[in-house]
């Protein structure tokens, strides 16, 4: 779908939760090597991109250094790609998913960097992101810990499977835990892809990340 279609879909989605809510979204262009793409959707009125790969986002950074472009990191992050990552000056790191992955980050950098915490609201093993259960603490002993690290607040990734339940549920989830933190802070709950983006609204996101469904009709 174009941006315009999806951008229509997100206005329905945001309507039957509230019409005070505000959607953003990130165009993930990690199945693309073309800048092409990117130009275009940057042409259509899209700011903020989404990359799960430090090299790939380098290259993109590097490509496109003279756009305004917002760029997120959601990948898992390792370690001995901090300083590269930290040097493309993203927006956002989205996927910090362990106090110990912060405190590596806070160490490394030399300003305070937007970030959120990544939870793993399916607790599916495949998948990276805190257990729910640890979110709130782990939220807070970094907020008071680590100065670099500007917790925003948090992303998921929704139940992989085709029961809409399961998904409604990792999402609600997630949601829940973004409430409680919203007393400390926390302004975004980053959840959503192409598939489930609807269903994530419908459940309070305000960031979605979609990759596949947009960039078809790009490529
Ligand atoms: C790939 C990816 C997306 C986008 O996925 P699509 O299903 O292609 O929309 C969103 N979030 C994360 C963390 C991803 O890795």
Redesign the pocket.
């Known amino acids: 779908m174009t941006l315009d279609e999806l951008i229509q879909r997100v206005e329905a989605a945001r309507l039957r939760r509230s019409e005070h809510l505000i959607v953003q979204i990130?165009a993930?262009t990690?199945?693309t090597d073309n800048v092409e793409v990117l130009k275009k959707l940057y042409e259509d009125g899209q700011r903020a991109f989404?990359e799960?790969r430090v090299q790939d986002m380098e290259k993109k950074v590097n490509a496109l250094s003279n756009l305004p472009i917002e760029w997120h990191f959601?990948?898992n992050l390792q370690k001995n790609k901090i300083n590269k990552l930290l040097k493309l000056n993203p927006f956002m790191i989205?996927?910090i998913n362990s106090y110990e992955l912060a405190e590596a980050i806070n160490k490394r950098a030399n300003k305070p960097i937007r970030c959120l915490l990544e939870i793993n609201s399916s607790k599916e093993p495949t998948k990276h992101g805190l257990p729910p259960e640890e979110a709130i603490d782990t939220y807070l002993k970094i907020k008071e810990n680590l100065p670099n690290i500007n917790l925003q607040g948090v992303?998921t990734?929704g139940a992989h499977t085709d029961d809409e339940k399961e998904i409604r549920k990792s999402f609600r989830l997630t949601y829940n835990i973004f409430e409680q933190l919203k007393p400390y802070g926390a302004k975004i709950c980053s959840m959503g892809?192409?598939?489930d983006?609807e269903i994530a609204i419908e459940e309070g996101s305000n960031m979605i990340?979609?990759?596949?469904?947009?960039?078809s009709s790009y490529m």
């Open positions: 990130v993930v990690k199945y989404g799960n959601i990948g989205q996927s992303m990734i892809m192409s598939k983006f990340r979609i990759g596949s469904a947009l960039l």
